[in-house]
């Protein structure tokens, strides 16, 4: 099957949901994150950082069952989640490998140097990247992942990443999945103690010593008559594991 066909840049304009307005990212902010010295630094400091906050938090997870197929099937799924969950959800990554997860797992970032960046971070956690992006260059980067799917691996992505609206998905992931069949899992979590950075997202930065919280939601599969009609059952299961994590921790949800 070819994916041009499937994936054909017109479509994905217009399934996307109405966009929201994009948060004002601070000019400050921006220089620190995007210095090549200082993202280096930041980079192998937030991989120690994240690895001391995942071993001191006491972690609960919910909806386990809903990635079997992986820890337990040997098959593939599309695990999702919000840009702003981005820093906890290895922590899913290494549980899954101790539940018996053997197959690698990539996870979608960008070529800019924001996507090596996370690149590095994660990889610390056994996690590899693909490149590419949820909304530009759809074409290219959804031909790795058919690729990689068929291979066997894990595809994580953050619908609404690289660069948001927050919270509004590209429909890259609802096409991957009814191209390959592989089910998507909605996942998040939430720390019982944490930041939000002042980034378009409003990235969540866990701090170590409290309680975390994993949540699955129940695989969606989407058939390939009608991948655009699933995009708001894509959007409903992600705000819901948001929801359901948030209130297991006692955390308020943002004010936008």
Same mark, same amino acid.
């Not at 939601?217 to 708001?232: C, E, F, K, M, S």
């Given at each position: 099957?070819?994916?041009?066909?499937?994936?054909?840049?017109?479509?994905?304009?217009?399934?996307?949901?109405?966009?929201?307005?994009?948060?004002?990212t601070?000019?400050?902010?921006?220089?620190?994150?995007?210095?090549?010295?200082?993202?280096e630094?930041?980079?192998?400091?937030?991989?120690?950082?994240?690895?001391?906050?995942?071993r001191?938090?006491?972690?609960?997870?919910?909806?386990?069952?809903?990635v079997?197929?992986?820890?337990?099937?040997?098959?593939?799924?599309?695990l999702?989640?919000?840009?702003e &969950?981005?820093?906890m959800?290895?922590?899913l =990554?290494?549980r %899954? /490998?101790?539940?018996? $997860? !053997?197959?690698?797992?990539? @996870?979608?970032?960008?070529?800019?140097?924001?996507g090596?960046?996370?690149?590095?971070?994660?990889?610390?956690?056994?996690?590899?990247t693909?490149?590419?992006?949820s909304?530009?260059?759809?074409?290219?980067?959804?031909?790795?992942?058919?690729?990689?799917?068929?291979?066997?691996?894990?595809i994580?992505i953050?619908?609404?990443?690289? &660069?948001?609206?927050?919270?509004?998905?590209? =429909?890259?992931? %609802? /096409?991957?999945?009814? $191209? !390959?069949?592989?089910?998507? @899992?909605?996942a998040?979590?939430?720390?019982q103690?944490?930041?939000?950075?002042?980034?378009?997202?409003?990235?969540?930065?866990?701090?170590?010593?409290?309680?975390?919280?994993?949540?699955?939601?129940?695989?969606?599969?989407?058939?390939?008559?009608?991948?655009?009609?699933?995009?708001?059952?894509?959007?409903?299961?992600?705000?819901a594991?948001?929801?359901?994590?948030?209130?297991?921790?006692?955390?308020?949800?943002?004010?936008?």
């Amino acid at each position: 099957m070819a994916p041009s066909a499937e994936f054909s840049q017109t479509e994905t304009r217009d399934a996307r949901p109405r966009q929201k307005k994009k948060s004002r990212t601070p000019r400050w902010f921006k220089w620190l994150v995007r210095h090549p010295r200082m993202k280096e630094g930041i980079g192998r400091l937030l991989g120690q950082y994240l690895a001391l906050t995942y071993r001191t938090t006491r972690w609960s997870f919910h909806g386990l069952e809903h990635v079997e197929r992986t820890t337990k099937g040997g098959a593939p799924v599309l695990l999702c989640f919000w840009h702003e &969950r981005l820093m906890m959800m290895p922590r899913l =990554a290494i549980r %899954a /490998q101790a539940d018996g $997860a !053997t197959m690698p797992t990539h @996870v979608l970032v960008s070529g800019h140097n924001d996507g090596r960046f996370i690149g590095k971070t994660v990889g610390r956690f056994g996690l590899g990247t693909v490149i590419g992006s949820s909304s530009k260059g759809g074409a290219v980067s959804l031909r790795n992942m058919l690729l990689l799917l068929r291979r066997g691996c894990n595809i994580v992505i953050t619908p609404d990443g690289p &660069r948001g609206p927050a919270k509004v998905p590209a =429909a890259g992931v %609802a /096409q991957l999945a009814a $191209a !390959t069949g592989v089910p998507i @899992v909605a996942a998040s979590a939430q720390c019982q103690f944490h930041i939000r950075l002042p980034s378009w997202d409003r990235m969540i930065v866990p701090f170590p010593f409290g309680r975390g919280v994993v949540v699955c939601r129940p695989a969606i599969t989407v058939p390939r008559t009608d991948w655009a009609g699933h995009l708001p059952a894509i959007v409903a299961a992600l705000d819901a594991a948001c929801d359901e994590a948030d209130a297991r921790c006692g955390a308020q949800p943002p004010t936008r």
